[in-house]
C-alpha cells in the first residue's frame, strides 16, 4: 500500500469512525428515552436500563454504519477537492480505480462488520432483550408491587399479595388470568416466591387452589395443590410467546421447521427477516460508493460542489428507502425478493457509472485528447 493510499484510508477510516459513534450515539439516545420508565416506574437500576438499551445497538449499527460509510467517504473526498489534493493526483495520472482502492478497503471492512452484525450479533441481541425484559417483569412482581394492592402486569391479567415475609416470599397470592375470553383462571395461595433457572423465571405458588371458568359451564372445576409454578413468560400477551422471527439465529431461519403452525403462519416474516440480514451489508459497500462516487470528479475551489453532493444524499435516501419497502413488500410478495437484490446491485452499478464515466467516454475520444479523468475548469489539459 502506497504513501497515498494509507493516507487516505486513515483519513476515511477516522472520518467514519466519527460517523459512527455520533449517528450511533444520538439515536441510542433517543431510543433510550422510550425505556426511561424501568428506572422510574418500575423501581429498576441504572444498571438494567443501560444493558437493556446497550442491546438494541446491534440493530441500530446495521442500519446506521452504511450510512456513516457514505458521509465518511463523502467527506474525504471533499476534504481532497477542497485542499486541492484530487487536482495534484489527477495530474500525477491516478486513475479512478487507482484512487478508489482505499475507499473499497473501508467499504468492504464496513460490510464484513455490517454481515456480522446483521447475522449473528443482532438476533442474540434480541434473544437476549427478550429473556432480560421477563426478569424485569419478574422483578416488578417481586421488588415493586407494593402488598395489599391490586395490579395489573398485562392485559386481564391481575396479581395481589397481602403480605412479605421476613424472608422475602409472598404471603396471601391472589392471581386472576382473563386473557383468553372462554377461560379465565383464577389462583389462590398461601405464599410463594420467584424462582430464576436459565430459560425462564417462575413464581411458585405453596398450598393453594386454581379455580378454571370455562364459558358455558356453569360451575368451575377448582384444583388443589401443594406446590404449583407459573412461568412469568406468560406476562408476554397472548401470541407472542413464541420466539419471533428477528429473535431466531439465522441457522434456525435457514432450517425453519415448516410444520410448525407458527412459522406457517408467519412464513413471509421469516423470509423477509433472512434476507434482510443477508442483503445488508451489501448496502454498506454499495452507500460508500455512492460517496466516493459523488465527490470524485477533481473541482476547483471556483466550482460548486454542493449539486454533486445534494445528488449523493439524495441517491442514498431513495436507495436505502426503497430497501426498506422491499423488504417489507417480501413478507407479502415472494417475487419481491428481485428486488430486495436488485435495488443494491442497481445502486453499485450506477456508483461505479459515475466513478469510471470520464475513463469510459474516453475510449471514444479521439487519439490525443483521453483523459483519465473530465479535465478540471480552469486547469488547462493534462
Known amino acids: 500500500m502506497s504513501l497515498v493510499d494509507r493516507y487516505i484510508l486513515r483519513t476515511v477510516s477516522l472520518a467514519f469512525l466519527a460517523a459512527l459513534s455520533a449517528l450511533t450515539g444520538v439515536v441510542w439516545i433517543t431510543q433510550s428515552m422510550r425505556q426511561i420508565d424501568l428506572v422510574t416506574a418500575k423501581g429498576q437500576t441504572l444498571l438494567v436500563f443501560l444493558a437493556l438499551t446497550s442491546l438494541t445497538l446491534p440493530s441500530l449499527v446495521v ?49 464484513v462488520f455490517v454481515g456480522s452484525m446483521s447475522l449473528w450479533l443482532m438476533p442474540a441481541s434480541f434473544a437476549e432483550i427478550r429473556g432480560l425484559i421477563t426478569k424485569i417483569r419478574a422483578d416488578f412482581l417481586t421488588r415493586v408491587v407494593r402488598e395489599g394492592t391490586f395490579v395489573s402486569l398485562a392485559d386481564d391479567f391481575v396479581f395481589h399479595y397481602r403480605e412479605r415475609g421476613p424472608d422475602g416470599s409472598l404471603r396471601g397470592i391472589f392471581i386472576q388470568d382473563r386473557r383468553d375470553p372462554n377461560r379465565i383462571n383464577t389462583y389462590l395461595a398461601q405464599s410463594g416466591v420467584t424462582v430464576e433457572t436459565d430459560r425462564h423465571d417462575f413464581l411458585v405458588l405453596d398450598k393453594g387452589s ?38 431466531r439465529s439465522t441457522l434456525a431461519l435457514l432450517r425453519l421447521d415448516h410444520t410448525d403452525p407458527y412459522v406457517r403462519t408467519h412464513l413471509g416474516d421469516f ?16 452507500l460508500g460508493l455512492i460517496g466516493f462516487a459523488a465527490q470524485c470528479e477533481p473541482r476547483t475551489t471556483r466550482q460548486k460542489r454542493g449539486t454533486a453532493i445534494g445528488i449523493g444524499i439524495a441517491a442514498v435516501l431513495v436507495l436505502r428507502g426503497a430497501g426498506f419497502w422491499a423488504s417489507a413488500l417480501l413478507a407479502h410478495h415472494p ?48
Open 63 to 111: 442500519i446506521i454504519a452504511p450510512i456513516a460509510a457514505f458521509l465518511a467517504a463523502a467527506y474525504t473526498m471533499h476534504r481532497l477537492n477542497s485542499d486541492s489534493e484530487l487536482v495534484v493526483l489527477n495530474a500525477a495520472g491516478f486513475s479512478p480505480g487507482r484512487l478508489m482502492r482505499p475507499f473499497l478497503i473501508l467499504t468492504l471492512a464496513v460490510a
Open 210 to 247: 386454581v379455580q378454571r371458568q370455562t364459558r358455558g359451564d356453569r360451575d368451575p372445576a377448582i384444583v388443589l395443590f401443594d406446590r404449583y409454578a407459573i412461568d412469568l413468560a406468560q406476562f408476554v400477551p397472548a401470541g407472542k410467546v413464541e420466539l419471533k422471527p428477528r429473535e
Open 271 to 286: 423470509r423477509s427477516e433472512l434476507n434482510d440480514r443477508l442483503v445488508s451489508p451489501l448496502y454498506a459497500l454499495v
Open 335 to 382: 417475487w419481491a425478493i428481485a428486488l430486495v437484490y436488485g435495488l443494491p446491485a442497481a445502486g453499485l452499478a450506477g456508483a461505479l457509472l459515475a466513478v469510471f464515466r470520464g475513463a469510459w467516454a474516453g475510449l471514444f475520444a479521439p487519439m490525443g485528447r483521453r483523459a483519465l479523468w473530465p479535465t478540471p475548469a480552469g486547469t488547462g489539459q493534462p
